[in-house]
């Protein structure tokens, strides 16, 4: 990932298997792609270090964007899982380890 002209985070996938070699070759397209994301989601992602949990990234998120960030918790788990999913991300659950 990088910081684009605008500050916001760009994060650059590549485009892998036999599927996207075929539109790579056939249909001249890219084999990264750069996704820019937005305010909020330039600031989570800067704060993903492996170390802070979700809810201390939601406190900074509502310190950095108040109420621009409501509801914090419903949004943030949504783009946490979000990340996690699209696999620009890997997360551990915490809680479910201690049951």
């Keep these: 990932w990088h910081f684009n002209k605008e500050g916001h985070v760009e994060v650059q996938?590549?485009?892998v298997g036999p599927f996207h070699k075929i539109a790579q070759v056939l249909f001249k397209r890219p084999r990264y792609s750069d996704i820019e994301l937005e305010d909020?989601?330039?600031f989570i992602w800067?704060?993903?270090d492996g170390q802070k949990t979700v809810?201390?990234?939601g406190k900074l998120l509502h310190e950095e964007f108040g109420d621009r960030a409501e509801p914090l918790y419903d949004r943030l788990g949504a783009?946490?899982?979000s990340l996690h999913e699209q696999k620009f991300i890997v997360y551990e659950n915490k809680l479910q380890k201690e049951i």
Excluded: L, N, P, R
Aim: hydrophobic share 40%; net charge negative.
């Design 13 to 15: 996938i590549e485009h």
């Design 40 to 42: 909020m989601g330039s």
């Design 46 to 48: 800067q704060q993903i």
């Design 55 to 57: 809810f201390e990234i």
């Design 79 to 81: 783009y946490i899982q």
